[in-house]
Each structure stands twice: as structure tokens, then as C-alpha cells.
């Protein structure tokens, strides 16, 4: 395993995909947190200043689009990844205004798919 110098802050209130997702990442070299609602990933996102970060829509607490919004309020830019399995077009409408925001959807995606998009955003070969 290559050590990556990136940090990877996944948001989801799934733990067994978090779980999942925690492993394929640090098996690829990155730096991973984990949080499992929005608040958190904020206060984590100003605190840590991760490379990336991914993260589920639906959340407890604060929603994946309300947590981008915050975190972008505190100048932090930075890429977003978000998973989920809503295809609502409202959710797709509100990230456009994101810069550095994709959204895939989970059943549509394998693990090693993620981690190359995320390479791809962090411009890691």
C-alpha cells in the first residue's frame, strides 16, 4: 500500500457503509474520519481540513446539501463527493451551485469506482 498524503472526512449514518467505505480508502493510503451526521462534519471539516470529502444526502441532523452550504459559509472549498440513493431532481438542483460537488448514486456504483473519482478530484494518478 502506497501512503496517500490526502484526508478523506466520510460523512454517512450507515456504519456498516461507513465501515466499508473506511477500509477500501485507508487500503488505498488515505487518511480517513468518519462522522455520521451533518453538524458533526462541519465542526470536523473546520477543525481537520480534510482533502475531501464524501458524504451521504439524507443525514440526521443536517442534510448533506445544509452541511455543504455550511462548510462552503466558513470559506472552505473543497470537493464533495455525495452517495446516495435519492434521485430527486430537487437534491441534483441544489448542488449545482457547488463548484466541486458530484453526486453518484450507491446502487449505481462499485466501491473502486468511488475511490477513483476520488483520486480523479484530488488529481491523484
Do not use: H, W
Not at 472526512?9 to 487518511?31: C, H, M, R, W, Y
Not at 448542488?95 to 477513483?116: A, N
Request: charged share 35%.
Amino acid at each position: 500500500m502506497t501512503k496517500i498524503n490526502k484526508k478523506i472526512l466520510i460523512v454517512e449514518d450507515d456504519p456498516n457503509f461507513v465501515a466499508i467505505l473506511k477500509q477500501k480508502f485507508t487500503e488505498d493510503g488515505f487518511s480517513v474520519l468518519t462522522v455520521q451526521d451533518g453538524k458533526e462534519a462541519v465542526i470536523l471539516a473546520d477543525k481537520e481540513k480534510p482533502d475531501l470529502i464524501i458524504s451521504d444526502i439524507l443525514l440526521p441532523s443536517l442534510n448533506g446539501i445544509e452541511m455543504a452550504k455550511k462548510i462552503k459559509s466558513k470559506n472552505i472549498e473543497l470537493p464533495i463527493i455525495f452517495l446516495t440513493n435519492v434521485k430527486d431532481p430537487a437534491y441534483l438542483d441544489a448542488m449545482k451551485e457547488f463548484k466541486k460537488v458530484e453526486c453518484l448514486i450507491k446502487s449505481d456504483v462499485r466501491l473502486d469506482d468511488i475511490v477513483e473519482r476520488a483520486k480523479k478530484k484530488l488529481s491523484i494518478e
